[in-house]
């Protein structure tokens, strides 16, 4: 019987969960071509490894472009040289685009919010001119959890960010390659495979919930070690006639 070391272990694993959920729902198609939103943090740098080497080798066939969005009025000392070697090992194309939000424009929402919302209109800026018709963020399974458990604590919505979203508006799709793969999966691979964190000093990262709600799945997993699996399972097994009625 075979036996293999700790970072074959590793990346079997995740090459497992990332080829289950692209399958599963149906996230890839024959002729596709997909922008990866290269932020330089592990999860995108994970999402550019795992990308690339599935349009070598597996079909449907499809193509991929990576581009690096700037917000320049964010503190960055990004390694573009770094991101570019690091695309071209798995044969992806490297771009970058700069841009940038003012906070005063709409102080209803919070600078985190617009910062986000520039980056994803970036993102589909991108996506047109380069001809692509999905864009690929590197969103794990816990960052879809941790977005479940906020929607419901804060908004009061049960919803979260979808494996695949179709923009009709936009003639795009919004897809999360990476939906079944856990986060200490991409951590072991980043220290496996030394990605080298790009250095980011914002100064609203303290306003968000998000490290929290990281607390509030760990915690849920120590009541139960099959905490995430449930609270995916439940996304799709919604028992309405359990629910109190809407009141309009």
Not at 138 to 167: C, K, W
Not at 234 to 242: C, D, F, R, W
């Amino acid at each position: 019987m075979a036996q293999f070391t700790e970072e074959e272990k590793t990346i079997r694993r995740i090459d497992k969960r990332f080829n289950k959920g692209v399958v599963q729902y149906r996230l890839i198609e024959e002729g596709d071509k997909i922008l990866i939103g290269l932020s330089g943090g592990k999860d995108s740098l994970a999402l550019v490894e795992l990308l690339g080497k599935r349009a070598r080798i597996y079909k449907p066939r499809f193509s991929v472009v990576a581009v690096h969005v700037v917000m320049k009025n964010i503190p960055y000392q990004s390694d573009n040289e770094y991101l570019k070697a690091h695309c071209e090992a798995y044969g992806v194309p490297f771009l970058q685009y700069e841009t940038s939000f003012d906070p005063s424009t709409d102080t209803r929402k919070s600078p985190c919010f617009l910062c986000s919302w520039n980056r994803r209109k970036a993102l589909f800026t991108v996506a047109k001119e380069q001809g692509c018709n999905k864009i690929a963020l590197g969103h794990h399974m816990d960052d879809i959890l941790e977005t479940l458990l906020m929607n419901i604590t804060y908004q009061g919505a049960f919803s979260t960010m979808p494996p695949r979203l179709v923009m009709k508006k936009f003639d795009m799709t919004i897809i999360r390659p990476m939906c079944m793969v856990h986060e200490s999966d991409l951590i072991e691979l980043a220290a496996l495979h030394g990605y080298r964190k790009q250095v980011k000093n914002c100064p609203y990262e303290s306003q968000s919930s998000r490290s929290d709600m990281k607390g509030v799945l760990r915690q849920l997993e120590a009541m139960n070690p099959e905490a995430r699996y449930s609270l995916w399972g439940s996304m799709t097994n919604v028992q309405e006639e359990l629910l109190p009625d809407k009141i309009d």
